[in-house]
Structures are given as C-alpha cells and as structure tokens.
C-alpha cells in the first residue's frame, strides 16, 4: 500500500517504508515502471513515483486472463 491514494514516493521513501536498501528499492521501482504500473515524475534532482491505475488494471486484466487458461 505504499502508493495509496496517488501517493507519490522517491526511492528513499520507499526504501525506509519497505524496510528496503535504497539500491535494491531502486531496482525494484525500475522494474514495476517497466511494467507499467509505477509512474515517475521528476521533481529537481528527485524522482517520485507513484502508482499508474491504467497500468495496475491493464497488468491485472492480463494476469486474469493468464490464470483462466494456465491453471
């Protein structure tokens, strides 16, 4: 629940929330952007992310239709 509500989070933030390094929270934010489903905004030399609602339901969609025929 780090992004509710259109929380927007540097990686920082999200390290300390998560209990994360910061270069491991970076990855992983790297990761979720690539999917579609963290957005970033840069705010000076801080970049802030926060969660994309189209990405999550395009992601979750897929998954469902994924789970439908695999399982």
Known sequence: ??????AELSVGEVAE???????????QLALLRRGGVVTPRR?????????????IRKALSELQAYLEVCC
Not at 1 to 6: N, P, R, S, T
Not at 43 to 55: F, Q, S
């Open 1 to 6: 629940m780090l992004f509710f509500q259109g």
């Open 17 to 27: 929330r998560a209990g994360i390094g910061q270069s491991t929270a970076s990855e």
């Open 43 to 55: 705010e000076g030399k801080i970049i802030r992310y926060r969660g994309d609602r189209d990405g």
